[in-house]
T-cell receptor, first 109, second 117 residues
């Protein structure tokens, strides 16, 4: 079966760095997304990786290792507004999005 | 650009009644629209995929006679929850894609919070 695993919840301190991991098992692979979702709102796009390596975009970076079926989202200089759920989603061989359950990130002052 | 709207943003209805939720792509034509359901503290669950002018494709376990989807134009899709029950209370989110390979380019609506009493 197809599966996306990510931690349920993480806590970090304002100003610090946090890494949210995601492992995936899919039938084929055509890329991986990270989305941010604030409570009661729709997801918003953060990043897309299809090649191995690190993609940096401001305070947020996303890493992919296709051989390990592994990705992480790195958030630097954490701000209180970064408190949200972070969803990992992989595209399978049928170009369907397989969603993880999301990681709730709690930022403390 | 790439704005998707949903209406209503929240609705409360009585058990046994039907509720219609609209999803509109405001500034692009959506080849494909998706309907998701999200329960508290859970991830998005794809309910169905619809292409303009054709019948929606429902995911396994989703009752197509209960969740009626109409995609009459390239900018509008509707989800009707028929004979709603309290267990249908959830956050319903639509997304729209202008792309042939829709998984690569999805724009989400703001969601509709449905409460069935």
């Amino acid at each position: 079966g197809q599966n996306i695993d990510q931690p349920t919840e993480m806590t970090a301190t304002e100003g610090a760095i946090v890494q949210i991991n995601c492992t995936y098992q899919t039938s084929g692979f055509n890329g991986l997304f990270w989305y941010q979702q604030h409570a009661g709102e729709a997801p918003t796009f953060l990043s897309y990786n299809v090649l191995d390596g690190l993609e940096e975009k401001g305070r947020f970076s996303s890493f992919l290792s296709r051989s390990k079926g592994y990705s992480y989202l790195l958030l630097k200089e954490l701000q209180m507004k970064d408190s949200a759920s972070y969803l990992c989603a992989a595209i399978d061989s049928n170009y369907q999005l397989i969603w993880g359950a999301g990681t709730k990130l709690i930022i403390k002052p | 650009g790439a704005v998707v709207s949903q209406h209503p943003s929240w609705v409360i209805c009585k058990s046994g009644t039907s509720v219609k939720i609209e999803c509109r792509s405001l500034d692009f034509q959506a080849t494909t629209m998706f309907w998701y359901r999200q329960f508290p503290k859970q991830s998005l669950m794809l309910m169905a995929t619809s292409n303009e002018g054709s019948k929606a494709t429902y995911e396994q376990g989703v009752e197509k006679d209960k969740f009626l989807i109409n995609h009459a134009s390239l900018t509008l899709s509707t989800l009707t929850v028929t004979s709603a029950h309290p267990e249908d209370s959830s956050f319903y989110i639509c997304s729209a894609s202008p792309a042939e390979q829709s998984a690569y380019e999805q724009y989400f609506g703001p969601g509709t919070r449905l409460t069935v009493t």
